[in-house]
T-cell receptor, first 112, second 117 residues
């Protein structure tokens, strides 16, 4: 079983719709969870972090964490073509350290 | 805050030469820095992890004598690709893990594209 799993996509949504990106992880002791966005040809950019169960909202982005189900998701409301990118889920298994395990990413395509 | 720079952004070199890439954390102290490589349309691949003042830890399959990493200070790490060959052509990205509240995540530099002719 892969440590951090994401559907590779592409996930296609129309402009204005909600995009839902999902991620599962295998280590039940994981502490911190992150979503990065990577545009084609660019390096990853941190967009959200979440540490406790429930929802965390930041603008059009909402991260959801369910530790019991070992599941973390990212919702993007009012999707824009500029949101088209690969979204990487990352998990930190050790509190106080910055070593992350990355998923392979989900490509999101938002059509005008 | 949490800005990481890389230099150069592009480098073209002849086969057999060595190339040094610098990674700097500009506004925080990076206790740990990471070096990744990414080939076109592929996932990030972690090459090595370095802590300030100690030897880097290389991932399986990464030649430590070919990819020399130095993390001399809390704001600077360098990756030297020695005797570069065309198959080393790739997108090299560093990231930095900070101290205090930034200790548990990574902030990425903009990356360096290496083309070996």
């Amino acid at each position: 079983q892969k440590e951090v799993e994401q559907n590779s996509g592409p996930l296609s949504v129309p402009e204005g719709a909600i995009a839902s990106l999902n991620c599962t992880y295998s280590d039940r002791g994981s502490q911190s969870f992150f979503w990065y966005r990577q545009y084609s040809g660019k390096s990853p950019e941190l967009i959200m972090s979440i540490y406790s169960n429930g929802d965390k909202e930041d603008g059009r982005f909402t991260a959801q964490l369910n530790k019991a189900s070992q599941y973390v998701s990212l919702l993007i409301r009012d999707s824009q073509p500029s949101d088209s990118a690969t979204y990487l889920c990352a998990v930190n298994r050790r509190s106080g350290y910055s070593t992350l395990t990355f998923g392979k990413g989900t490509m999101l395509l938002v059509s005008p | 805050g949490a800005v990481v720079s890389q230099h150069p952004s592009w480098v073209i070199c002849k086969s057999g030469t060595s190339v040094k890439i610098e990674c700097r954390s500009l506004d925080f102290q990076a206790t740990t820095m990471f070096w990744y490589r990414q080939f076109p349309k592929q996932s990030l691949m972690l090459m090595a992890t370095s802590n300030e003042g100690s030897k880097a830890t290389y991932e399986q399959g990464v030649e430590k004598d070919k990819f020399l990493i130095n993390h001399a200070s809390l704001t600077l790490s360098t990756l030297t690709v020695t005797s570069a060959h065309p198959e080393d052509s790739s997108f090299y990205i560093c990231s930095a893990g900070g101290t205090g509240g930034r200790q548990e995540t990574q902030y990425f530099g903009p990356g360096t594209r290496l083309l070996v002719l």
